[in-house]
């Protein structure tokens, strides 16, 4: 089982679409999450960070279930300009304190 | 502020020649971490840094690897004999490395070096 798995995509919506994207993590000990955008050919950014209560971000909102080991990010009223690759991160392997990345979930917003 | 800077941003090498690749943190950021992205793959990690600490080396492929931190700021990466299947984007990302309530974790990336081996 990966350490961090999520649906590759692509998911393909229409502008103003609201999209989720889920992510399941296998170290239950793991104490840190985040969501990064990835755009084409360029480094990873990071979106916003997962915390335990759920954060909002503006159009965006993330969500941690410990007990099911997921998380989740909800994009509403999408823009083109959100198409991107989304990584979910987590903190380990247990010992290691660099991140562990996703593969991530591509997202192509239409016209 | 200046945002982790790496470099050369492109580099061409013939197989078997040794390259060096650089990053320059987030001042004042006391981890460091590497990863390399082959083509439509995701981040494999490589090696981490904190502070003095010893490295935690446990993602370098093989002993060709390496990498130092020098006085806990820019950190250069070094691949020796390159092969063909060391062709990637090699990413640097610094963090704070010590927990402030509930962040100090997240990591920024720099721009990334593309290696190409021929």
């Known amino acids: 089982r990966k350490e961090v798995e999520q649906d590759p995509g692509p998911f393909n919506v229409p502008e103003g679409a609201t999209v989720a994207f889920n992510c399941t993590y296998s170290n239950s000990a793991s104490q840190s999450f985040f969501w990064y955008r990835q755009d084409c050919r360029k480094e990873p950014k990071l979106l916003m960070s997962v915390y335990s209560s759920g954060n909002e971000d503006g159009r965006f909102t993330a969500q941690l279930n410990r007990a099911s080991q997921y998380i989740s990010l909800l994009i509403r009223d999408s823009k083109l300009s959100d198409s991107a690759t989304y990584l979910c991160v987590v903190n380990g392997p247990t010992g290691r304190r660099a991140l562990t990345f996703g593969s991530g979930t591509r997202l192509q917003v239409q016209p | 502020g200046a945002g982790v800077s790496q470099s050369p941003s492109n580099k061409v090498t013939e197989k078997g020649k040794d390259v060096e690749l650089r990053c320059d943190p987030i001042s004042g950021h006391t981890a460091l971490y590497w990863y390399r992205q082959s083509l439509g793959q995701g981040l494999e990690f490589l090696i981490y840094?904190?502070?003095?600490?010893?490295?935690?080396k446990s993602g370098l492929p093989s002993d060709r690897f390496s990498a130092e931190r020098t006085g806990g700021s820019v950190s250069t990466l070094t691949i020796q004999r390159t092969q063909q299947e060391d062709s990637a984007v090699y990413l640097c990302?610094?963090?704070?490395?010590?927990?402030?309530?509930?962040?100090?974790?997240?990591?920024?990336f720099g721009p990334g070096t593309r290696l190409t081996v021929t």
């Open positions: 990302a610094s963090s704070l490395g010590f927990p402030v309530l509930d962040r100090g974790h997240e990591q920024y």
């Open positions: 840094f904190q502070g003095n600490s010893a490295p935690d």
